[in-house]
């Protein structure tokens, strides 16, 4: 398989729309069954591929963003020197294939390769907003514990690894008030007041600390959303503040949230998504590190990343730690300018390659 002429083809599918994910979906089942996986389609389109009893699992997703608005023909891949930009270049099509190239010539007999059908878009299902992979989690488990999450892990044309990712509390603060006439109010009434207060303390809240290979990372409360009252002349009876707490590797998540409710009186927690960190002499990561220096003949950078990808909910659903290395550069993820060094991605693929074969 000649790489560039494959990701041309897989990034001319617009996967930030259904009915592309559903082609994706269908293109990747059958050439990993061609290639002797037990494919499992699941209602989402999430493909679980497995060969033999696996010891290694590799995730990447079919999905894009939207294209930005200022993007030129985000579903045609451009070349300029040794890079390429398009929708998906880098996050995360040139991981489909470049982990679709090293099946083919491998074949491995301990292998489970799982795509999510939907990573940066969520999808609704039984009334609830999801990451894809939630719902497949949810009916599938995987006896799997270690393996590679293939997220855009490049800078520049360096290759990093990220051993630490980030979790979340996601809460909504509820403030009830009195809803009356504003000419017949009373004090304490008013739930835009209450929640004025609520915002204060939760300003206040020591911040999270975490030091990652020498970079500090600070973290405290993010109110996102307010809607409260109903109009002028009318006291506002209810206000809901949508806010979230990223977590940091070792903080203590019960104590936090303690805290998180004594600023805020109620909070309706409506997820929790658990930070994770690779420990220092863990030997997958051993393992990594060592196909790593064969391939970029370096030392890799273990980074963290306070932003949770589906390597978040491998963890918490599955407990199966991911480590994040993939081809593409994450700094222009997202934007109209994503972009895709070609050396980085034959790289990463024989980094792939190399890691399979240790196993
Ligand atoms: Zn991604």
């Given amino acids: ?147 590679i999450n293939c997220e855009p892990s490049g800078a520049g044309r360096t290759t990093n690894i990220y051993d630490a990712i980030g979790g979340k509390l996601i809460f909504d603060v509820v403030l009830n008030g009195k809803s009356v006439h504003s000419s017949s109010q009373k004090p304490h009434d008013n739930s835009i007041v209450k929640a004025a207060n609520v915002i204060k303390k939760l300003d206040k809240l020591s911040r999270g600390n975490y030091t990652h290979h020498g970079k500090r990372f600070r973290m405290g409360v993010n109110i996102g959303l307010i809607n409260g009252g109903t109009s002028r002349n009318t006291v506002a009876g209810r206000t809901t503040m949508a806010c979230e707490r990223r977590l940091l590797p070792g903080e203590d998540v019960p104590s936090i949230k303690r805290k998180l409710l004594r600023a805020s009186g109620k909070m309706n927690l409506i997820d929790e998504i658990p930070p994770f960190l690779y420990g220092k002499s863990d030997a997958f990561k051993q393992n990594v590190s060592d196909a790593y220096k064969k391939v970029f003949r370096r030392q890799p950078a273990f980074l963290f990343t306070p932003v949770s990808t589906d390597s978040s909910i491998f963890w918490s659903m599955n407990k199966t730690k991911l480590l994040m290395i993939g081809p593409g550069e994450l700094s222009t993820a997202h934007t109209a300018g994503e972009r895709l060094n070609i050396n980085q991605f034959n790289d990463v693929a024989k980094f792939y390659s190399e890691l399979v074969k240790q196993q």
């Fill in 1 to 147: 398989m000649k790489l560039l002429s494959e990701l041309k083809k897989i990034v001319a599918i617009d996967s930030h729309e259904p009915s592309g994910v559903t082609e994706l979906a269908d293109y990747y089942s059958s050439a990993y069954q061609s290639l002797g996986f037990r494919v499992k389609k699941d209602r989402f389109n999430n493909i679980a591929a497995t060969r033999g009893k696996p010891t290694i699992l590799f995730n990447a997703h079919l999905d894009t963003v939207a294209p930005a608005h200022n993007m030129k023909s985000p579903f045609s891949l451009r070349k300029s020197g040794d890079w390429v930009y398009g929708l998906g270049a880098a996050d995360n099509k040139a991981a489909l294939v470049a982990l679709h190239s090293v099946m083919e010539k491998t074949v491995p007999d301990n292998v489970a390769v799982v795509l999510s059908a939907n990573e940066d878009n969520r999808i609704l299902h039984k009334g609830q907003r999801r990451r894809s992979i939630y719902f497949h989690l949810q009916k599938n488990k995987y006896a799997v514990k270690r393996g």
